[in-house]
């Protein structure tokens, strides 16, 4: 590559080691042979572009390692996430599984076991909802449901607004059938002392 001559330096003066040879009088007029006086110093200034490219090349390079470095790492930690996001699903199903199943037991368990393991996301009250719903327990459904919403609520970002209102909706149903279902037993009840 082509590199001009640093500015400074005027066109028609010759290069240092034309200027004047290694034993020769050096040209400051010191009276020392040119080897011994301003040689090294001319060199120097000679030099002094190739080594300020060199360097300036070698800091790109490190520059880019870096940016390397960098995007690696955050492919690392978005396929981390990807993974951990693959086993959260992978246990939610199995707890939807076990109450398709009819497992309850173990499905309480493993809905357990996400709330322990995943606190940061909503699925393990999600999970013990359906558990609690598969047996009847209606109120304790409609809690677990309630702490979903209060974490969606928490976490707005991350939800949309369809997910509060499907899971508010179900609420509703939840706390309706139990109040139907309570006035059955007081009307049952009614009925045994009336009768
Ligand atoms: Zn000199």
Redesign the pocket.
Known sequence: MPKAEPRAEPRTEPRAESRAGRNDP?????G?K?KH???D?DRAAEMAPAIAQRVALQAQKANQAAQQEETLAALQEAQATWQESQALDAASNAVVDLVHAGRLDEAERAAQALLVRYPEVHDGYDRLGMVHEARGQLREAADCYRKVVEFARANPEDYDPEFVTSFLDLIAKLEASEAEAGRAVNDANDTDRSG
Not at 26 to 30: E, L, V
Request: glycine share 10%; proline share 9%.
């Open positions: 050096c040209p400051c007029g010191s020392k040119y006086c301003c040689l110093k």
